[in-house]
């Protein structure tokens, strides 16, 4: 797997794994940086109560995401 590929995966990996932790929905920092470069955000995330979908984004930079397919990942913590 190229580098750029295992560093989105794992920049992903951790966004479930901090969101799924947390016992609030609402959009909260995760301390996880944002990985744009020379951006020194902190990522925030939330799960959409309609689609379950999680949804990143970087306050600083506005770089933002959505993760869909998250619950049947080993990252999951609401199991």
């Known amino acids: 797997m190229p580098k750029e590929a295992r560093g989105l995966a794992n920049f992903l990996a951790l966004i479930v794994d901090s969101t799924t932790s947390r ?36 306050p600083v930079c506005g770089n933002e995401g ?10 999951n913590n609401r199991k």
Do not use: Y
Request: charged letters at 30%; one cysteine or more.
């Open 23 to 58: 016992t609030s929905l609402e959009r909260n920092a995760l301390g996880i940086r944002c990985f744009e470069k020379d951006c020194e955000g902190i990522i925030k995330s939330e799960i959409n109560n309609i689609d379950s979908r999680i949804h990143w984004i970087c």
């Open 66 to 75: 959505l993760i869909s397919e998250w619950q049947v990942t080993k990252w």
